[in-house]
Nanobody, 128 residues
Framework: QVQLVESGGGLVQAGGSLRLSCAAS????????MGWFRQAPGKEREFVAA???????YYADSVKGRFIISRDNAKNTVFLQMNSLKPEDTAVYYC??????????????????????WGPGTQVTVSS
C-alpha cells in the first residue's frame, strides 16, 4: 500500500508560478510511475503530467512548455513546477502512483485507470 500526500497548492495570479509536491510512503518509490491529474468544477478529471521510474516524462498539450514534472527518489517525492499559470489551470490537483510496468505506449502513463494509488488532492486557484 502506498500513501500519497500533496502540498503546495494555493491562490496565485495569472502568470505566476506554484510548485506542487507529492510525498509517497514506502521503500519502492523508485519503481513507481508517478502522475499528476486535475479536476476542475463540473469537468472530468484530466491528465496533466507523468514521470516514469526511469525519468521519462509525458505532458498534456495544455501544459506543455509551462509545467515540469520531476522526482527525487531519495526523498520519495514527485514535484510539479507550474509556470505561466492561467485561470483555466484552476482545479484540484491529484498525485497518483503505480508500479511502472514499462508500457510501450504513452497511455500506460497518461490514463488515470493505470494508476493504483491516489492522494487526496490540493486546490490550485489562478485569478485573472
Amino acid at each position: 500500500q502506498v500513501q500519497l500526500v500533496e502540498s503546495g497548492g494555493g491562490l496565485v495570479q495569472a502568470g505566476g508560478s506554484l510548485r506542487l509536491s507529492c510525498a509517497a510512503s514506502g521503500r519502492t518509490f523508485r519503481t513507481y510511475a508517478m502522475g499528476w491529474f486535475r479536476q476542475a468544477p463540473g469537468k472530468e478529471r484530466e491528465f496533466v503530467a507523468a514521470i516514469r521510474s526511469g525519468g521519462g516524462t509525458y505532458y498534456a498539450d495544455s501544459v506543455k512548455g509551462r509545467f515540469i514534472i520531476s522526482r527525487d527518489n531519495a526523498k520519495n517525492t514527485v514535484f510539479l513546477q507550474m509556470n505561466s499559470l492561467k485561470p483555466e489551470d484552476t482545479a484540484v490537483y491529484y498525485c497518483a502512483a503505480s508500479i511502472d510496468r514499462n508500457y510501450s505506449g504513452s497511455y500506460g502513463y497518461t490514463g488515470d485507470i493505470r494508476y493504483d494509488y491516489w492522494g487526496p488532492g490540493t486546490q490550485v486557484t489562478v485569478s485573472s
